[in-house]
């Protein structure tokens, strides 16, 4: 399971901005790159001013994110602006704006920066499993239960919680370890969904 599959729900309610964007002009890359650079943005600002009480902007912006990420790849394929160079933004752009928007918990007192940054470099490789199952043979992986959405959802909560109750702040080295073993279960999931599918794409081949 993950919130990832309730993404063409989503997709359907954004359709309206979808098409408001193609009629003026905004393409699909444009949108990609707004988005990491928004979340470069925000990541800078909660580095720069290191209280839980501006944590409320992270759910908030998270959601933002996650509509850009839809309307991007909407755009992509319902008008015809799909292209390798889209594709490594949007790869590259997911990998640049989970760092720049996670790593800011470390610079909070009484957080578990050491298990934050494993977080991190797990999230990095599920979303390079995920790809690397491409070059495979398999589909895009985008399996959970700690997928992208996921981890917005996790983290956007986390920060609305800390920032009115400062004191939830150590609940971190109860939160964190508990992601990253959702995690390592993800990149499971990914490599063994990925192995199966390759393999049942085989068989008819082979008879």
Request: with cysteine; glycine share 6%.
């Amino acid at each position: 399971m993950t919130i990832y599959n309730l993404k063409p729900r989503f997709q359907n309610l954004l359709h309206p901005f979808v098409t408001a964007l193609h009629k003026y002009g905004i393409t699909a890359n444009q949108v990609t790159l707004s988005a990491m650079l928004l979340s470069i943005a925000v990541g800078s600002l909660l580095i720069l001013f290191p209280s839980a009480a501006f944590y409320w902007l992270l759910p908030i912006f998270l959601f933002i994110r996650m509509a850009l990420n839809a309307i991007d790849g909407m755009l992509a394929r319902e008008h015809h602006q799909q292209s390798h160079l889209g594709a490594i933004y949007n790869e590259l752009g997911d990998v640049i704006s989970d760092v720049a928007l996670y790593l800011p918990f470390c610079f909070l007192s009484n957080v578990s920066s050491v298990s934050l940054l494993v977080i991190l470099f797990l999230a990095i490789l599920t979303e390079f499993i995920g790809v690397l199952a491409q070059t495979l043979g398999a589909s895009r992986r985008y399996d959970g239960p700690m997928g992208k959405s996921d981890r917005a959802f996790v983290f956007g909560a986390y920060g609305l919680v800390i920032a009115f109750f400062p004191s939830a702040l150590s609940w971190s080295h109860y939160l964190f370890p508990f992601v990253i073993i959702l995690l390592l279960v993800t990149c499971y999931q990914r490599v063994i969904n990925a192995l199966h599918e390759i393999k049942s794409t085989e068989q008819p081949q082979s008879k």
